[in-house]
């Protein structure tokens, strides 16, 4: 009886964790917010958790990520409804444009980013990299910018560039969040 009380604690903390994060949560992350060490207790705590919300909750849903990633989100039906009762969107419309831009012409330089987007985009450039959406390298004298694994993660996106052009393309929720 007491280790089914410890494991409800322990799956309460994981839940608390993907409620409060935002963003999709590696294992060991979710040992932390359980205070255990074994991400493979983790894992299957957090498939509990998966179960119980995905079966009781209609909005809400948790989702299994490649690498074991496991984020809490609103189900993309939603999502417009949602939208009318935020207060402040992820990015304004003009940094998020700009994030388009570089998702669908990946790997690009920051010249032809401000030919298309005007000066201003070495601000948006700036807020993307702080947020961790997309990361540069240099090539002789401009950068090269590309998504990082956490835009991916933050959007429900594959990695793999081909894969996911065709997901914005073809998904209109996925669309409507981004």
């Known amino acids: 009886m007491k280790n089914k009380n410890n494991d409800e604690i322990l799956r309460s903390r994981i839940e608390a964790a993907l409620y409060a994060s935002g963003r999709p949560l590696r294992p060991n992350e ?11 207790k983790a894992i299957r705590l957090t498939k509990l958790v998966e179960e119980d919300i995905n079966k009781h909750l209609h909005a809400v849903q948790v989702v299994r990520l490649i690498g ?6 609103l189900k993309p039906k939603y999502g417009n409804i949602a939208k009318k009762f935020t207060l402040k969107p992820l990015l304004p ?3 998020l444009k700009t994030l388009s831009y570089i998702v669908y012409f990946q790997p690009i330089n920051s010249s032809n980013i401000a030919n298309q987007r005007g000066s201003q985009s070495y601000k948006h450039l700036k807020v993307l990299q702080q947020m961790g959406f997309i990361s540069s390298e ?5 950068k090269l910018y590309k998504t ?5 993660d933050t959007f429900g996106l594959s990695e793999e560039l ?5 997901q914005l393309t073809r998904d209109k929720n996925i669309k409507s969040n981004f």
Do not use: E, W
Request: aromatic share 6%; no cysteine.
């Open 148 to 152: 990082t694994h956490l835009f991916s």
């Open 68 to 73: 074991d990633k496991f984020v809490m989100q």
């Open 93 to 95: 419309s003009s940094i």
């Open 162 to 166: 081909k894969t996911m052009k065709q």
């Open 30 to 40: 979710l040992a932390k917010a359980a205070g255990i060490k074994s991400n493979s």
């Open 138 to 142: 240099t090539s002789g004298r401009n």
